[in-house]
């Protein structure tokens, strides 16, 4: 059984940094891509950023303030975030398995998710 296990959420304020783990269990992850998605309030399910083999891919909101990064060893992505600024605010959800067939950006594209952790960046 697949088990996406998310830390690192919290309450910073504007222009701080945190750093998102994502554990997986349940089988070996190295050859599957991994990334992020966030959902604000009232808003729609939004892709962050994902990795697999030579390819990184960032939302443009995020680029050059966030950065993807994962341990193959440990099962474990992360997704570091600077410069964060309030409308970051969010629950972030840890995602495996992107080869549904469609872009990266649609959820239904991945497989796997993790429960969610939330981020809130005060102003």
């Known amino acids: 059984q697949v088990q996406l296990v998310e830390s690192g959420g919290g309450l910073v304020q504007a222009g701080g940094s945190l750093r998102l783990s994502c554990a997986a269990s349940?089988?070996?992850?190295?050859?599957?891509?991994m990334g992020w998605f966030r959902q604000a309030p009232g808003k729609e399910r939004e892709f962050v950023a994902a990795?697999?083999?030579?390819?990184?891919v960032y939302t443009d909101s995020v680029k050059g303030r966030f950065t993807i990064s994962r341990d193959n060893a440990k099962n474990t992505v992360y997704l570091r975030m600077s410069s964060l600024k309030p409308e970051d605010t969010a629950i972030y959800y840890c995602?495996?398995?992107?080869?549904?067939?469609?872009?990266?950006?649609?959820?239904?594209?991945?497989?796997?998710w993790g429960q969610g952790t939330q981020v809130t960046v005060s102003s």
């Open positions: 349940g089988r070996t992850f190295s050859s599957y891509s």
């Open positions: 990795w697999s083999g030579d390819r990184i």
């Open positions: 995602v495996v398995d992107g080869s549904g067939g469609g872009s990266w950006y649609v959820p239904r594209t991945w497989t796997y």
